[in-house]
Protein backbone atom coordinates (compact mmCIF):
# COMPACT_ATOMS: atom_id res chain seq x y z
CA UNK A 1 0.00 0.00 0.00
CA UNK A 2 2.45 2.27 1.06
CA UNK A 3 4.28 1.73 -2.57
CA UNK A 4 0.54 2.91 -4.39
CA UNK A 5 0.32 5.62 -1.73
CA UNK A 6 3.80 7.29 -3.34
CA UNK A 7 2.98 6.40 -6.99
CA UNK A 8 -0.22 7.86 -6.12
CA UNK A 9 1.02 11.06 -5.01
CA UNK A 10 3.51 11.18 -7.47
CA UNK A 11 0.93 11.09 -9.98
CA UNK A 12 -1.10 14.17 -7.90
CA UNK A 13 2.15 16.50 -7.86
CA UNK A 14 2.47 15.84 -11.79
CA UNK A 15 -1.14 16.99 -12.12
CA UNK A 16 -1.30 19.91 -10.11
CA UNK A 17 1.98 21.09 -11.79
CA UNK A 18 0.30 20.62 -15.25
CA UNK A 19 -3.18 22.20 -13.89
CA UNK A 20 -0.47 25.49 -12.80
CA UNK A 21 0.48 25.44 -16.58
CA UNK A 22 -2.29 25.57 -17.89
CA UNK A 23 -3.29 28.13 -15.57
CA UNK A 24 -0.85 30.17 -15.63
CA UNK A 25 0.95 29.89 -19.07
CA UNK A 26 -1.88 28.10 -21.34
CA UNK A 27 0.46 24.98 -21.82
CA UNK A 28 -1.12 21.67 -21.04
CA UNK A 29 2.27 19.51 -20.78
CA UNK A 30 0.74 16.40 -20.82
CA UNK A 31 -1.36 16.91 -24.19
CA UNK A 32 1.97 18.72 -25.36
CA UNK A 33 4.21 15.44 -24.68
CA UNK A 34 1.61 12.83 -25.70
CA UNK A 35 -0.73 15.00 -27.97
CA UNK A 36 -4.25 16.32 -27.71
CA UNK A 37 -6.32 14.12 -26.16
CA UNK A 38 -4.87 10.77 -27.61
CA UNK A 39 -4.90 7.75 -25.98
CA UNK A 40 -1.86 8.32 -23.88
CA UNK A 41 -3.10 11.67 -22.87
CA UNK A 42 -6.61 10.27 -21.72
CA UNK A 43 -4.65 7.03 -19.93
CA UNK A 44 -2.44 10.00 -17.83
CA UNK A 45 -5.34 12.43 -17.13
CA UNK A 46 -7.27 8.89 -16.30
CA UNK A 47 -4.59 7.61 -13.79
CA UNK A 48 -4.36 11.26 -12.22
CA UNK A 49 -8.08 11.12 -11.79
CA UNK A 50 -7.92 7.68 -9.66
CA UNK A 51 -5.02 8.65 -8.15
CA UNK A 52 -7.10 11.54 -6.09
CA UNK A 53 -9.66 9.25 -5.60
CA UNK A 54 -7.08 7.04 -4.22
CA UNK A 55 -5.61 9.93 -2.03
CA UNK A 56 -9.05 10.87 -0.66
CA UNK A 57 -9.36 7.82 2.01
CA UNK A 58 -6.10 8.22 3.87
CA UNK A 59 -7.66 12.20 4.11
CA UNK A 60 -10.93 11.32 5.29
CA UNK A 61 -8.93 8.79 7.92
CA UNK A 62 -6.72 11.49 8.92
CA UNK A 63 -3.70 9.15 8.17
CA UNK A 64 -2.25 11.53 5.45
CA UNK A 65 1.72 11.47 4.59
CA UNK A 66 2.06 13.74 7.25
CA UNK A 67 0.55 11.72 9.88
CA UNK A 68 2.94 8.25 8.86
CA UNK A 69 6.22 10.50 9.37
CA UNK A 70 4.79 11.24 13.01
CA UNK A 71 4.35 7.56 14.03
CA UNK A 72 8.13 6.60 12.11
CA UNK A 73 9.96 9.24 14.27
CA UNK A 74 7.93 8.57 17.47
Do not use: C, H
Not at 47 to 68: E, K, M, N, Y
Amino acid sequence: MRSLNLVTLALLIVGGLNWGLVGLFQFDLVAALFGEMSLLSRIVYTLVGFSALWQIVPLLRGTGAADSRKTRTA
